[in-house]
């Protein structure tokens, strides 16, 4: 049974200003132990789903066609750069997001709870709009510059949801798309 996940994809500006975000903090911290997520692999995830039989998966389906049915189209924006739980003490590297006009947030808590129905749930943490950049593999490290570095502004609009399957190896995973949801244009 795949691990599965839903998210939004981010376009190729975006993609770039976080890798270069990446390679700063690599230039300040050359051997810090820090697990990068790879460009192509960058997403805002909306739900965590684990691992899913044929049967969940097409139900899952029938929810995100449900959830984006009158979603319309809308705006996310790159906001600042942080660490969780802190930036003195950095376990996972991470860009926060503004939601321009709360809509993720919105779209995220109609799948969530749909989903928490069906009893398709994995991760019932408070949902947060950020993109993890890194994870550091030894979380006792010091890591040099982390208060100097600032995402430029980027603004997009978001135009689909994405149904992922994640298969993990020793090189990291592999993300598959099962399915993809497009928003209402206005």
């Known amino acids: 049974m795949p691990r599965c996940f839903v ?13 270069g975000l990446q390679a700063i ?8 132990p820090i697990k ?14 684990d691992e899913l039989t044929p049967e969940q998966i097409k139900l899952t389906q029938k929810i995100l066609e449900e959830a984006v049915t009158n979603q319309p189209v809308f705006n996310l924006a790159l ?16 860009v926060k997001l503004r939601d321009v006009e709360d809509n993720a947030w919105t779209l995220q808590r109609k799948i969530h709870g749909a989903l928490g ?4 749930l994995y991760d019932t943490k408070p949902w947060s709009a950020h993109l993890t950049i890194g994870r550091i593999k030894n979380p ?13 502004p980027l603004r997009w609009p978001v135009q689909k949801i994405i149904l992922y399957s994640s298969q993990l190896n020793s090189f990291g995973p592999i993300y598959t798309i099962l399915d993809e949801y497009s928003l209402k244009i206005n």
Do not use: M, R
């Not at 906001?79 to 991470?94: E, N, Q, R, V, Y």
């Not at 129905?117 to 398709?120: A, D, G, T, Y």
């Open 117 to 120: 129905q069906h009893n398709l």
């Open 79 to 94: 906001a600042d750069f942080t660490a969780f739980p802190s930036l003195g003490h950095p376990k996972i590297l991470l």
């Open 25 to 32: 903090i690599k230039t300040n911290n050359p051997t810090a």
């Open 140 to 152: 006792g490290v010091k890591l040099q510059g982390l208060s100097q570095i600032f995402p430029q």
């Open 36 to 49: 990068w997520v790879e460009a192509d692999n960058l997403h805002l995830t909306l739900e965590f789903l």
């Open 7 to 19: 998210a939004l994809p981010l376009p190729a500006e975006v993609k770039q200003e976080l890798t």
